[in-house]
């Protein structure tokens, strides 16, 4: 985006961080930590006389107040439920706050590692805590947040890195040819599976969003948070062939169906929300170019190689959607 976007944390300084905390009244030690974040900027933030806050700041532009609003909401709810998601706090009775250009929000720490994927134990686990989620999911729609289609992270994808010659010339031709057909089966399937359900969803569960102790998993950064199918929350935990994602889809979906129901025509759909997430991967990159933290530490992006790679990945899951059995695996 233009303007103040083109770099859109250049006058976030030190200074700037801590009188943003302190103006809603929260007095600080001078101390902080940047956490890893490229969307956002988050800070690990001391307090005096208590227990550090996360602070995260969110990138100009990117989302209107009413979606952010939007995010809170649907962790708040799930808190409600007793569902530990990490919410943010409410502060002079709100969660979204704003200081100068920039707009934050206040987190206290929670601590946690990943979980053991391949612990059954912790799979079943994580599918009753999906379950749960996807039961508050379902009670209300989003109205300004993204829906997962294949228009808004597929077509409109390709044609934002076709217009702004991110890949090379050399390359462009056949790889058009490669995301056109698989947009074309993507479309075609989910054409195919249309009845399914849209609800809220976290957008974006892979293992660095969830967060384990010894009471079990929580999860943080529901920034992606978007309308969806129930399958999109699942598939990025599934790793291996064919007959392993399967057996890790009947633990998963064992715990899961204790509380929401789970309609298994659209296991159908993983490959093809994995190519949709692949493309949007490089569009994301590719917006975010004018970022200076960008370039820094996505060096190999733009490169030739990095675009041979993707047309291979590609022309790859062509076949893997025309060939998938993995529904007739799963019991």
Not at 64 to 90: G, L, N, T, Y
Not at 226 to 253: K, V
């Amino acid at each position: 985006m233009p303007g103040k976007t083109d770099i859109p944390y250049e006058n976030l300084g030190p200074d700037a961080l801590l009188d943003a905390v302190e103006s809603l009244g929260l007095i600080t030690d001078g101390r902080f930590l940047a956490l890893n974040s490229y969307e956002n900027r988050v800070y690990q933030v001391g307090i005096e006389d208590s227990n550090p806050v996360i602070v995260k700041f969110y990138r100009p532009g990117r989302w209107s107040d009413e979606a952010i609003i939007e995010e809170h909401q649907f962790a708040e709810d799930c808190v409600e439920q007793d569902i530990p998601i990490v919410a943010p706090q409410r502060i002079r009775e709100q969660t979204l706050h704003k200081f100068n250009e920039f707009r934050l929000s206040i987190y206290t720490r929670h601590g946690g590692h990943a979980p053991n994927l391949d612990n059954p134990e912790h799979l079943e686990w994580l599918g009753r805590f999906i379950g749960r989620v996807h039961a508050v999911g379902s009670c209300y729609t989003f109205q300004h947040r993204l829906k997962l289609t294949p228009e808004t992270f597929g077509h409109q994808s390709v044609q934002f890195l076709l217009q702004n010659h991110f890949i090379p010339d050399e390359l462009k031709h056949n790889y058009q040819l490669a995301a056109q057909q698989v947009l074309e089966i993507i479309d075609q399937q989910f054409a195919t599976y249309s009845y399914l359900p849209n609800i809220r969803l976290h957008g974006d569960l892979h293992v660095g969003n969830i967060l384990w102790t010894d009471s079990g998993p929580h999860i943080v950064d529901l920034d992606d948070c978007m309308m969806g199918c129930a399958i999109q929350d699942i598939w990025m935990l599934l790793s291996g062939s064919e007959a392993e994602m399967a057996a890790q889809l009947n633990i998963i979906l064992k715990g899961y169906m204790q509380f929401s129901d789970f309609d298994y025509s659209s296991l159908n759909l993983i490959e093809a929300l994995r190519s949709l997430r692949m493309i949007n991967y490089s569009a994301w990159l590719a917006r975010r170019w004018h970022d200076p933290t960008f370039p820094k530490n996505f060096s190999w992006f733009n490169e030739p190689r990095y675009w041979e790679e993707q047309l291979n990945t590609l022309r790859e899951q062509i076949e893997i959607m025309q060939s998938s059995n993995l529904i007739n695996l799963v019991k």
